[in-house]
C-alpha cells in the first residue's frame, strides 16, 4: 500500500493537473485561428507532390519571383504586375532568411546550453533570444540541412498572407490557356 506522503503527493499532483486543465480550458492559446482557416483534414493531407498545376504555380512564383517566367513572358507582363511579383518575392525571401536564422538560433542556443553547462559566456550568448536576426545577415543554410519541407514552407507563406488563405483548396481554372 501507499504510505500517507505518497497519498499526499499524489492528491497534490492531481490537484495540480486539474489546475493546469481548467487553466488550458479558459485561455486562449492562439490556435483556434489557424484551425478555422485550415481544417487539419486539409493541413494534414498537405504534400507538395500532389498540388495541382495552379498551386504550384503560384507557389513557385512566389518562392523563385519573376524567373518562373521565360525572358519572353516577362517583356509581356504588365508592369505593374512585374512590380508587385517582384514585391512579393523580396518580402517572402525577407521572410524565409528571417525563419532560416530564427530556426539556426534555436539550434546554437540547445547547444551551447547542452555542451557548456558552466560556462557563462555560452550561456549569456544562449540567453539571447532566438527571434533576434539580423537583417543585413543572408542564411545560406538550405532547407535540406535545416529539416525544412516544402509543405512547411507552403503553411509559413500562407500564415504570412504571401499565398491566398484558400491556397490549398484552390482548384485551376479550365479555361486559361497559360499561367501569366
Known sequence: MLSNDQIIKLELTQQQLELN???ERYEYLGILSEYQLH???IINNLEYSKLNPYQHFLFKRVLHGLNVYKPEEVK????DKKRRITRVWKRAQKEINAWKQYLCNKKINLYLRKTFKCSPLALYIASIPPEETLEDYTNTMTFKELGIKYEDVILKFMSLGLL???YLTIKPNVNQKSLI
Open 164 to 166: 491566398p488563405r484558400n
Open 76 to 79: 509581356k507582363l504588365h508592369w
Open 39 to 41: 481544417p487539419p483534414s
Open 21 to 23: 486543465n481548467r487553466r
